[in-house]
């Protein structure tokens, strides 16, 4: 019987080392062929505010971290990546932040993913013009 509790107990430990490495303890990703570890992973190997994570068509995915749930942290950090590329911000309207350049309007929206990470969704035309 003792046997049978100490293979449990062991089965239990690796179960749980496993889920911490791979980080199946956060959300999933709305981003396909990306794990959570991978997108933490290069968030924390970086030493830039916001990193990209992912290119789905028109659209851009980059992650940022925020304090203690406050968004505001990661909306001045997108601002700031943004407006590096000479577009100007506009407005804040819910989720989505709003810019200007050259006549064109860009697009730029959060998502909590956890407490301590924010996903942003910019569109591709962000970069080309």
């Known amino acids: ?7 449990s107990a062991i089965v239990i430990v690796i179960l749980v080392v496993f889920i911490f490495v791979n ?8 981003i396909n ?16 505010k916001v ?10 995915w980059y992650i940022t971290r925020t304090d203690n749930q406050v968004v505001l942290i990661a909306d001045e ?5 943004i407006g590096s590329k000479g577009w100007e911000f506009k407005e804040k ?3 989505g932040l709003f810019f200007e350049k050259e006549g064109e309007r860009l ?7 956890s407490k301590k990470y924010v996903l942003v ?9």
């Open 1 to 7: 019987m003792k046997r049978v509790g100490f293979i």
């Open 23 to 30: 980080k199946l303890y956060y959300p999933s990703l709305p």
């Open 33 to 48: 062929n990306l794990s959570a570890k991978e997108t933490i992973e290069k968030l924390e190997n970086s030493d830039s």
């Open 51 to 60: 990193v990209e994570i992912a290119v789905e068509g028109d659209t851009i």
């Open 77 to 81: 950090n997108i601002k700031q990546m």
């Open 93 to 95: 309207d819910g989720s």
């Open 107 to 113: 697009i730029a929206t959060t998502q909590m993913w």
């Open 121 to 129: 969704k910019v569109q591709s035309k962000f970069k080309k013009i």
